[in-house]
């Protein structure tokens, strides 16, 4: 199994990133997926999550209304559109499989 992300860098507060998470060496299309993230010195929290088909997905309270996640069964691709980002969504962003592998992470740091 390997997830690889892309997509993170640095925005202004306001701005909007996307980001991908690569898939390969299961079969994406069967299993849920997440985004994690954790920021420094703070613990690795649920920032959303999809169900296989896509049809259902879940949100933290923090980033409803702001963040989309989504995916694309044919091309192995998890995405997490994130818009009005602030200063408080910096973090380091993970995919996660419901069968609990980890991508290596992407760094997201919203700053003026």
């Known amino acids: 199994v390997q997830l690889v992300e892309s997509g993170g860098g640095l925005v202004q507060p306001g701005g909007s990133l996307t980001l991908s998470c690569a898939a390969s060496?299961?079969?994406?299309?069967?299993?849920?997926m997440a985004w994690h993230r954790q920021a420094p010195g703070k613990e690795r929290e649920l920032v959303a999550g999809?169900?296989?088909?896509?049809?259902?997905?879940n949100y933290r309270d923090s980033v409803k209304g702001r963040f989309t996640i989504s995916r694309d069964n044919a091309k192995n691709t998890l995405y997490l559109q994130m818009n009005s980002l602030k200063p408080e969504d910096t973090a380091v962003y993970y995919c996660?499989?419901?069968?609990?592998?980890w991508g290596q992470g992407t760094q997201v740091t919203v700053s003026s």
């Open positions: 999809i169900s296989s088909s896509g049809s259902t997905t």
């Open positions: 060496g299961f079969t994406f299309s069967r299993f849920g």
């Open positions: 996660k499989t419901s069968l609990g592998y």
